[in-house]
C-alpha cells in the first residue's frame, strides 16, 4: 500500500447512527456553549465593563471640572481687572462676554453671521421666507450688539449725569441680550 492511500473505513448502520449522534451531540454543546458565552460576554459588559468605565469617568470629570482651569464651565471671565465691583456691574460683564466669546469662539468672527444666512439656509431650502427673516433679524441683533460691547468697554465714564445715562444704555442693551439668549447656541 502506498503513503498516499488511505484505508476506507466500513461501517456498520449502527456504528455510523452512533458517531452521528455523538456529532450532533458535540455540535449542538458547542453552539449552546457558544451562543452562552457571548450572552455572558455582553451581560459582563453592560452590567459591570460599561458602569465601571462610567464611574470612572466620572471621577476624572469631576476633578478636571473643579481644578483643571480649561475645564471650568461653570465659570464666566469678565474681563475685568481683579477688585471688588457691585453686583450689576458684575452682571452686565458676564453677559456680555458670554456674548462675544459666542461670536469670536463658537461662530468664528462677526463676519461668520453673513456666512450662516446665506449659505446654510437659502441652499439648503429648510427654512421659509418668514423663517430666514427672523434668522435674519436675530443675526442682526446679534451684530449690533456684539459691535456695542466692544465700544462700551473701553468707554470712560465721566460726571454722575454721564453714568446715569450710561447705565439707562447699559440696560437696554442688557435687556436685548436676555431676549436672544436662547438662539446663542451652536
Request: with cysteine.
Amino acid at each position: 500500500m502506498k503513503k498516499s492511500e488511505q484505508p476506507t473505513r466500513v461501517y456498520s448502520m449502527e456504528a455510523f447512527e452512533k458517531e452521528m449522534e455523538a456529532f450532533e451531540k458535540t455540535s449542538f454543546w458547542t453552539y449552546l456553549v457558544r451562543r452562552d458565552r457571548e450572552n455572558i460576554l455582553r451581560k459582563v459588559r453592560t452590567n459591570l465593563y460599561y458602569p465601571v468605565k462610567r464611574f470612572f469617568r466620572d471621577i476624572k470629570c469631576w476633578f478636571l471640572y473643579r481644578f483643571h482651569p480649561k475645564h471650568r464651565y461653570n465659570l464666566v471671565d469678565t474681563g475685568l481687572p481683579p477688585g471688588y465691583y457691585d453686583k450689576d456691574y458684575l452682571m452686565l460683564h458676564a453677559c456680555f462676554h458670554l456674548l462675544k466669546t459666542f461670536v469670536e469662539g463658537e461662530l468664528g468672527g462677526i463676519e461668520k453671521l453673513d456666512y450662516w444666512d446665506t449659505v446654510s439656509f437659502k441652499v439648503s431650502g429648510c427654512c421659509s421666507k418668514k423663517e430666514l427673516d427672523a434668522l435674519r433679524k436675530r443675526d442682526k441683533e446679534i451684530k449690533d450688539l456684539y459691535l456695542w460691547w466692544n465700544k462700551r468697554v473701553n468707554r470712560e465714564v465721566g460726571t454722575w449725569k454721564d453714568e446715569v445715562k450710561h447705565n439707562d444704555e447699559d440696560e437696554k442693551m442688557l435687556c436685548r441680550l436676555m431676549k436672544i439668549r436662547l438662539f446663542l447656541w451652536t
